[in-house]
């Protein structure tokens, strides 16, 4: 039974984060080309795309990346014995999509997350706008990773759901 609900909690943590990446995704992509590529600092933020202004885009995208910080802490929770095996046995030639991607998600979190911290506390402008335009750039390659992770993981998707219906026989 334990590794049945195991199953049932990875697949809700894959999903959500396919669900949440997705509106991450989508919301960070309208902003990054809607309103600040191209501007110059000039945002029009009452400018609609898709029927949300700058501010609505924004909040749809901080909501979507609280959940997907949240499910990825749960999902490399799941994955940690896998992380501790391959540091261990140093498997990391035959790991390079995964071990790349936890590291640019690492790294693209941060410098979204310190523009943030930045604003609150009063801190430059420039600055902030300087992490926000390595968060946009270094997106892309997290985009990409991610792309091909979840293609390889959509055998993951078959296997659990024969798992299941094998289960209920």
Known sequence: ??????????????????????????????????????????????????????????NSHKMAIATVSLLMVAHIALHWDWYR???????????KLVISMTAIFILVAATGYIPWFIKLAG??????KIFVEVHDKITFFL?????????????????????MNKSRG
């Open 143 to 163: 985009f990409a990773c991610l792309m091909i992770h979840v293609t390889k993981t959509f055998r993951w998707f078959i296997a659990f759901w024969g798992k």
């Open 1 to 58: 039974m334990q590794k049945k609900r195991r199953l049932i909690l990875s697949l809700t943590t894959n999903l959500g984060l396919l669900l949440s990446g997705m509106a991450m995704a989508v919301s960070g992509f309208i902003i990054q080309f809607g309103y600040h590529m191209g501007h110059h600092g000039g945002i029009d933020e009452t400018r609609p795309i898709l029927g949300l202004c700058y501010a609505g885009w924004s």
């Open 85 to 95: 095996k391959v540091v261990k046995k140093k498997l990391f030639a035959g790991n």
């Open 123 to 128: 801190g430059s402008d420039l600055m902030r």
